[in-house]
């Protein structure tokens, strides 16, 4: 869904159902989707962190960090063991490795990847009436 | 594409920032967000609208929460030579549950996608056929265990 642009853009019923769906947490958020690329975000990086759990603190420290979009847990496999996430996003090769140290230090040092975007073959928001 | 961000005064900046956070959700919002940044409503909504047109807002509207609605998510590394990699991306691309696919600098595995289904038999159904059509075995399944941020807030 994406919003008229025009003095009213929704009905009462419409806000009623966003807002009930916000409240039923099937709607993370209602906002506005940016193209970080136009933004100057040119350089983003999956960081796949070998790690299988995450402490309070050192989740709350994650999630406080803006050039954070994303960060999972996942189920790891022996050949791939790395279970945590982190989606980075930054304006430079330069400021990515620095905002990769400061992630570093912050996890005490942890064994992790760099998977540096080379080319975006899609991007779509879920929406649960296509499937 | 960097120099975008030319184009933008401070206003638009935190128009682009407030409009990330949250999204009033009220009848007339654009003149709510006028009053925050002591604007017309008028001149919200053709600074929006402007915005929509550069391609730096590429929607306003509900960000979904999957998982409310019972349904699962993951990420798949795949093995994926370059002579393979045009015909991968189409197959891969055809499915709608795919909602991410990029191609990541790496030894082990350089296509990354996501998918969201409505059960992990699904997800694995998918995988398989993609394994089968492309012929590219060497893929890894790294399903979510837990989901602890999606939040993208630009900030510039």
Known sequence: ????????????????KIKQDLRLG?????????????????????????????????????KNKHYI?????????????????????????????????????????????VLNTIKEFKKTSFNPRIP | MADLISKLDELDKKLVLLLQENFPLVLKPFEKLGRRLKLSEEEIISRIKRLKSLGIIKRIGPIHNPEASGFKRTLVG????????????????????????????????????????PSQKRIKEII?????????????????????KIKTVFKI
């Open chain 1, 1 to 16: 869904m994406d919003i008229e642009i025009t003095s009213r853009p929704f009905t009462k019923g419409q806000l009623r």
């Open chain 1, 69 to 113: 979009s994303h960060i999972y847990l996942r189920a790891a496999s022996p050949r791939w063991p790395y279970g945590l996430y982190t989606m980075l996003h930054a304006r430079s090769r330069k400021e990515l490795e620095a905002l990769i140290g400061e992630l570093s230090k912050l996890s005490g040092g942890c064994v992790h990847k």
């Open chain 2, 78 to 117: 795949m093995s994926t030579p370059e002579d393979k990699l045009k015909k991968a991306v189409e197959l891969i691309n055809s499915f709608k549950e795919v909602t991410h696919n990029y191609l990541r600098k790496d030894d082990t595995f350089n296509l990354w996608w996501t998918l969201i289904c």
């Open chain 2, 128 to 148: 398989r056929t993609i394994k089968n059509k492309s012929g590219i075995k060497a893929v890894v399944n790294l399903p979510t265990v837990k989901t602890v």
């Open chain 1, 26 to 62: 099937k709607i993370r958020r209602f906002a506005a989707i940016v193209s970080h690329q136009k933004l100057g975000f040119s350089h983003n990086a999956l960081i796949a962190w070998e790690k299988s759990s995450l402490s309070r603190k050192l989740a709350n420290q994650l």
